[in-house]
Every structure is written in structure tokens, then in C-alpha cells.
């Protein structure tokens, strides 16, 4: 089955850092472009990331420079690494394959809130 | 970049139609055919309903469909269920090579 477990989210305090890991099974992830997108409470979605399968990787204006997205391809996990953390990075946030062919996002984790606050 | 522009909200009795619109620019609706949509109920991850503008994925009812007209995307649902009920985001691949989501549309079934 195709499947994306998110973990690693909590209560951190502003300025803090956090890990957000996603495990993936029944495909590769090294094989496919993968995305991290995060919803504040009460708020839309926001695309926060990408790694295409070539290793490169964008970022959303508002994470540039404090986020850094990174896969362990022996793990099949992708990963979130932020740094800097703000209160308006409370969010749950969802990782998500992201189809080459077509760019959407057709397999979903069920999220992992991150809460930012003193 | 800045979010594309759908209605707040939008309502329709079980059975009618609705169309929820995704106004962006040339560097991303009008530029691409990636424009997406997703179904998101309360509390859930989002589900892919339609992929490059107008194709749907294996498993989503043909009551649901897209389009694109210059830089405004379209999706219709018809025959409107109680089970349709659900925020509904468009999405596109943009010049920047990022994705740009809309704001979100609650629909309403009255």
C-alpha cells in the first residue's frame, strides 16, 4: 500500500529548531519529486517545499533560508529540517508525493502539528 | 508569490451544480496546464480530485470535473451530494518552480 507517515512535530518555543521526518512505503522516494505543504489552524494550505528526484529543491519565500528539505534514500524517509522557528510557522504540516508528469500532489501523510510558542 | 484567488464560499441544494473559480496570473494558471484541485474534509489530509486542469484521477466521481480559461481554472461539481461538502484549494506550478495554492472554497450543501 502507498503510504506517507509524518512524525517529529510538537511544541517548540520561538527560535527554536525542529526535525520533521515522513516514511514512505510502497514506493521510493528518491524516485519521485516530494513536497512539504502546512496549514495553519483555521487557514488555507501553503506549499512550504519541494526535492525533485535529481536532488534539487525549492522553497516558499516565507521558509527560504530557515527551512531545508532532504531525503535518506536507504531510510525512504523524507525529511524537514527548520531552524529559526516563528509563531506563524504553527501549522500541521503534510508531506506529499508530488507526480513529475503532472504536478499534483496524489499521495498525502496525515500531518504532524508544530506549534510554536513561549 | 502570491496565493490564487478563489471564492470564500459557495453553497448549492443536493443534485445542482456549482463552479468554484482559481483566478491567477500567466506565470502560473495562464502559463501551465498543472492547475490541481483538492477536497479536504474537516480534520483530514487533502485528496487529489483533478490533475493537469481537467483529468481526473482513478477513483473520483465523474461528477467532478475542470477546466481553464486564460488565467482563471474551474471546477464544476454536479449532481451535488451531502458528501461533497468540503473545502476545495486549487493549486499550479508557477515560473518559479514552486506551487501556488489558492486561498480555499467552502462549499456548502444546503
Known amino acids: 500500500e502507498v503510504q506517507l507517515v509524518e512524525s517529529g512535530g510538537g511544541l517548540i518555543q520561538p527560535g527554536g529548531s525542529l526535525r520533521l521526518s515522513c516514511a514512505a512505503s510502497g514506493f521510493t522516494v528518491s524516485s519521485n519529486y516530494m513536497s512539504w505543504v502546512r496549514q495553519a489552524p483555521g487557514k488555507g494550505l501553503e506549499w512550504v517545499s519541494v526535492?525533485?528526484?535529481?536532488?534539487?529543491?525549492y522553497y516558499a519565500d516565507s521558509v527560504k533560508g530557515r527551512f531545508t528539505i532532504s531525503r535518506d534514500n536507504s531510510k525512504n524517509t523524507l525529511y524537514l529540517q527548520m531552524n529559526s522557528l516563528r509563531a506563524e510557522d504553527t501549522a500541521v504540516y503534510y508531506c506529499?508525493?508530488?507526480?513529475?508528469?503532472?504536478?499534483?500532489?496524489?499521495?498525502w501523510g496525515q500531518g504532524t502539528t508544530v506549534t510554536v510558542s513561549s | 508569490q502570491s496565493a490564487l484567488t478563489q471564492p470564500a464560499s459557495v453553497s448549492g441544494s443536493p443534485g445542482q451544480s456549482i463552479t468554484i473559480s482559481c483566478t491567477g496570473t500567466s506565470s502560473d494558471v495562464g502559463g501551465y496546464n498543472y492547475v490541481s484541485w483538492y477536497q479536504q474534509h474537516p480534520g483530514k489530509a487533502p485528496k487529489l480530485m483533478i490533475y493537469?486542469?481537467?483529468n481526473r484521477p482513478s477513483g473520483v466521481s465523474n461528477r467532478f470535473s475542470g477546466s481553464k480559461s486564460g488565467n482563471t481554472a474551474s471546477l464544476t461539481i454536479s449532481g451535488l451530494q451531502a458528501e461533497d461538502e468540503a473545502d476545495y484549494y486549487c493549486s499550479s506550478y508557477t515560473s518559479s518552480s514552486s506551487v501556488v495554492f489558492g486561498g480555499g472554497t467552502k462549499l456548502t450543501v444546503l
Open positions: 506529499a508525493r508530488v507526480s513529475a508528469a503532472y504536478y499534483g500532489m496524489d499521495v
Open positions: 526535492i525533485y528526484s535529481g536532488g534539487s529543491t
Open positions: 493537469e486542469v481537467s
